[in-house]
């Protein structure tokens, strides 16, 4: 990931009630799900607050992914958007808090671990997507019950079976 992500904040420390506003694109590699993956650069717009805990970063960061549809199995191509919100401290608080270093905060972990949640699980290429074969297989008509389906072949044995004794 980009050397970008790596941000100085000394200086917004020895200043609580300050803040930075940071907006950058980077490259991610590799970024991807079962269902989806990150292709193209990712946008951030971040909002850098020193507070007395340590570093507020908030904002949102956009990307654009790919994945399969998982009816049609048609390539999609769709920008995700996703909000956040999260503390940067100097020492390890607990698992929500990211680390400052030497002065310097890492936001690679940040923005993997948003951009995951944020990609989409089973993604559609719409809606309504048909599926790949509409008139074999419908997706979108109900159920046939157990009633109408055509009686399995094989059962006209076990009654002939079953009549003849
Ligand atoms: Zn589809």
């Known amino acids: 990931m980009s050397s970008q992500l790596l941000v100085p904040v000394a200086e917004l420390l020895r200043r609580p009630g300050s803040h930075r506003e940071l907006s950058i694109q980077v ?5 991807a799900t079962s269902d989806a993956a990150v292709h193209g650069p990712v946008d951030l717009q971040l909002h850098l607050e020193s507070v007395v805990s340590g570093l507020e970063v908030s904002g949102s960061l956009a990307a654009g992914w790919r994945g399969s549809c998982r009816r049609c199995l048609e390539t999609i191509e769709q920008t995700v958007q996703q909000e956040l919100r999260e503390m ?7 698992d929500e808090t990211y680390l400052i270093t030497d002065g310097e905060v890492d936001l690679t972990s940040m923005v993997r671990d948003c951009l995951v949640l944020a990609l989409p699980i089973a993604p559609l290429c719409s809606e309504d997507c048909a599926g790949p074969a509409p008139d074999d297989y419908p997706m979108n008509k109900p159920e046939i019950s ?10 006209a044995a076990l009654d002939a079976l079953r009549t003849g004794q």
């Open 88 to 94: 940067f401290g100097s020492a390890p608080a607990d």
């Open 146 to 155: 157990a009633e109408d389906r055509p009686r399995d072949p094989r059962w």
């Open 27 to 31: 490259e991610v590699d590799g970024l």
